[in-house]
Structures are given as structure tokens and as C-alpha cells.
């Protein structure tokens, strides 16, 4: 997936799909995973991609796509997503985490980041920009700032019966109460112990089926006082809720996370509604678990978001024994 560009934004089945070209937020999550198994060489690819994203008003491209006719770059303004936020969410969150910050362009890129992040308030962006203020070794007061949104969010929408951020859950919602344990972590702030603890209970008994992790479908998702949709069911939910639950474990020394953690990440493998794995013979994660199976497609997304979760378990220890079994 990955060119001397960065690494492409979608599959089609096991081969890279170019039409669709780079996301920003593939690059960022492609930083954090090539950090965490302390590849220099694809760390330097995903970098450069971020340094040539930046935008004349200092902040950065989505998209970008490649021109088979003089072979540059273009991007497509009239693609933007609304999710760029998160996007960014993201980039900073790599950038921090993989400590990438000596490079004066990269210390200007961090800098316009942290100054747009006022602003936000998609709770998933403001997670992720979390997620890399806690390796800063002096508190921002950016972070405490976030934080305090976050909190905000749950103050204002948690009831007796629907402890979250927001009245529905969708995709990705394990970031936010895995950022909140990290702060706990790094910050001993006990009110963010306090709110992920809870809503790391309310996703758990919400995401289930029999005592079988089964992540929101995407057709649908699930609104406050409506039907909760099965399908499709995505890697990117299942990958951070293994990350969230090994924090959560790290932070309580609770054995609940630790098993909790093994069957989310045991979802790849088969412990899914479906009893379907995801993972092919070449430790390639499909696209989604659908009705009929899987989707075949293995796109940069899904691919990143199962080897956070494989490095999150081998850290717990939960992996051996999967992948020798492949």
C-alpha cells in the first residue's frame, strides 16, 4: 500500500486502488504504527507526505491524488470531507507521538494545528489531539482545554440509561474514553479516571452481542432511543477498542480489561458475530464484516487500525498464540 509517496487511501481487494490517491489521515496513522515497530525508513515517507500537505494559510491538504499526465500532485478541493478536523486530529496526534517535532517545518505545522484545535468540537479530533498532547512533557494549556470540552460533553449528554460524549454512537468511539485514560495515566487526573471508566462500561454492554464484541454498523449506526445497526461492523472500532481497553487495564490493574481487550482483539480472528476472520494468510485485515461475510477490499484504514490493535496486544501479552495459529 505504501509508494514512496505515502500510502494509499483504499484497496481494491488485495491490491492498492490509486484512483482514490493519499488521505492526510492514513499518513498520520501510518506515523504512529511505523513508530510503534521503529521503522525509520516508512516514518520518513509518512513525514515528508505531512510536510508537502501544508496549505498557504498554514495548515494542510486532505486529499491528494496523482496525475497520470505530468505525474504531479493535485488536490481535489471540491472532495473535501467534513471530517477534516479529525484529520487533523490525527496528524497531530502522530507528530507528538512519534516525537517528530525538531524540524522547524514540522514545529510550524504542530503549531498551526495546536492554534486551529480551539476551535473544534468533534469530540473523535479532540480525542486524537489528546492522544498526542500527553507526550508533551510540560501540560499545554491547549490540553487542559480539550480536556475540559470533553468533560463538558459528557456533563451535558450522560443520562441514567446513555453514559457517552454524544446521543448517538458511530465510528471510532472508542477514542475518546481511551484518551481520557491516557490522560489519566500521564496526568493522575482523577475526573477523567472517573468519565472513562464509565463510558468504557457503556460502549462495552453496548457493543456486544451474547458476550461477543460486535463494533456499531455503519448502515444505520446507533441513535439514543432507536434500533442499534449490526452492519457493516469496521476494523477502525475494534482496533481502538483494544487500545482503549489496554490503557483502561494499565490504569486499573483490572483483569475485566485485560479479558475484555483478548476477545475485541480476537474479533479479527473470528470472535464475531459472523465467526469470520478478517485477516488473511499475508496479516492483511479486510475491509469490514458485512451480512454476507466480509468485504473484501483491504484498504489503508482498516490495515492501520488492526496493527495498533496487534501492537497493543502484544504488549498485553494476547497475541502469541493467534498468530502462530495463521
Known sequence: MTTDIGIYQHGKLNKPDPKFGYALEDQARALIVAEGFKDENLQEIYLNFILKAQKKDGLLYHFYYEDNDNGLWRNDEYT?????????????????????????????????????????????????????????EFQHSLENELKSKLHNYYFDTNTENWVWFENYLIYANAIIPWTLWEIYLKRKCKLSFEIAKKTTEFLINNCQENNIPSPIGNKGWYIKGKNKSLFDQQPIDSGYMVCCLEKAYYATEDDFYLNWAEKWYKWFWGNNINNTILIDENFACYDALTPEGVNL????????????????????GLDSGITKAI
Do not use: H
Open 297 to 316: 477490499n483491504q484498504g489503508a484504514e482498516s490495515n492501520l487500525c488492526f496493527l495498533m490493535a496487534y501492537i497493543a496486544a502484544k504488549r498485553l
Open 80 to 136: 473535501e470531507k467534513p471530517n477534516i478536523k479529525e484529520a487533523y486530529g490525527i496528524t497531530l496526534w502522530s507528530l507528538l507521538k512519534a516525537k517528530k517535532n525538531q524540524d522547524g517545518d514540522i514545529k510550524e505545522i504542530i503549531k498551526n494545528l495546536m492554534e486551529d484545535a480551539s476551535n473544534w468540537t468533534s469530540p473523535r479530533a479532540i480525542a486524537a489531539a489528546l492522544l498526542g498532547l500527553v507526550n508533551c
